[in-house]
């Protein structure tokens, strides 16, 4: 078994600044990329920033420079530091991780259960 908790949504005011957290656990032999996508109310889930073993990000356009997405392999845990955040940063927030358990040979892509974020204007 493999679960992705999130954490460190909330309610913010416009400008303000939230810490999201998520940990793999479970029989986990590697993983490989790590991100965070969103589902704004009546919208599509979209990508906001992903990260791979290595460090290399990538970001939606929209969160450039506010944004900063950082992972501790040791830890399988990835994180997503927003600032300057904006009433249409609210969202659903879901932490996604190409896993390999134990005794499979390939990665599989695996969900968080998501974690609320409002920002208030």
């Known amino acids: 078994q493999v679960q992705l908790v999130e954490s460190g949504g909330g309610l913010v005011q416009a400008g303000g600044s939230l810490r999201l957290s998520c940990a793999a656990s479970?029989?986990?032999?590697?993983?490989?990329?790590m991100g965070w996508y969103r589902r704004a109310p009546g919208q599509q889930r979209e990508s906001v920033a992903t990260?791979?073993?290595?460090?290399?990000?990538n970001y939606a356009d929209s969160v450039k420079g506010r944004f900063t997405i950082s992972r501790d392999n040791a830890k399988n845990t990835v994180f997503l530091q927003m600032n300057t955040l904006k009433p249409e940063d609210t969202a659903v927030y879901y932490c996604?991780?190409?896993?390999?358990?134990?005794?499979?040979?390939?990665?599989?892509?695996?969900w968080g259960q998501g974690t609320q974020v409002t920002v208030s204007s």
């Open positions: 479970g029989s986990i032999l590697s993983i490989s990329s």
């Open positions: 996604n991780a190409q896993i390999r358990r134990y005794y499979s040979i390939k990665h599989e892509e695996f």
């Open positions: 990260i791979t073993t290595g460090g290399s990000t």
